[in-house]
């Protein structure tokens, strides 16, 4: 499914994603210059993959280690997540934050938001940044990148405690206790 997706969308060598809506809550602006400043500090030689969308607000920046791939069908988004070395996801304001449990789902090492919806969902089991600071996404990139391994396990492990199921009885509970 990795090779499928790299295949069709044209991704050679190492990635990172991001994943949602192009408009500012999401905080693409400040992700692609965390990413470009952390490959001008580092030896990273990687891209970024951006899914998503086109929403409203601030015009990003086109650069030569940026790729925008638009809007993909549901079924690649496990094999692009799969096939990245991790989600950049510091959104300013998420109601839920699903690409964060999706990245994890599939073994993904995640970087996200240190505040609101974002924070309670990855649970510990993510590098958490300040979506405002710069030096804190380039640093939390650096973290990612640096503990991977024990982002995927414990992402994996924290994916478990949520499922559809889970949702719809804890739903279905409330709604009873209305009645």
């Known amino acids: 499914e990795i090779e499928r997706v790299r295949e069709k969308y044209g991704i050679e060598g190492e990635y990172f994603i991001s994943v949602g809506t192009l408009e500012p809550r999401k905080n693409l602006k400040r992700i692609i210059e965390a990413f470009s400043v952390n490959a001008q500090r580092t ?6 993959v951006i899914v998503g969308r086109s ?5 990003l920046p086109k650069t030569e280690n940026v790729n925008f791939l638009g809007l993909v069908p549901d079924e690649d988004l496990p ?12 959104s300013l304001y998420e109601g839920f934050g699903l690409p ?9 090492p995640v970087l996200t938001s ?3 919806s974002l924070a309670e969902v990855a649970g510990g ?18 973290s990612l ?3 991977r391994e024990k982002l995927t396990a414990k992402g994996l492990k924290r994916s478990l405690n949520f499922s559809w199921e889970k949702t719809a009885k804890e739903t279905l509970s409330i709604y009873k206790s209305l009645c």
Request: charged share 20%.
């Open 114 to 116: 240190d505040r609101g």
């Open 125 to 142: 089991a993510a590098i958490s940044v300040d979506p405002e600071d710069l030096e804190s996404i380039v640093w939390g990139i650096e």
């Open 43 to 48: 030896s990273l030689n990687a891209r970024l």
């Open 100 to 108: 964060v449990l999706e990245a994890m789902t599939v073994g993904c």
């Open 55 to 59: 929403g409203w607000g601030e015009t």
């Open 79 to 90: 094999g692009l997540y799969a096939g990245s070395s991790g989600l950049i996801y510091p």
């Open 145 to 147: 990148i640096k503990d």
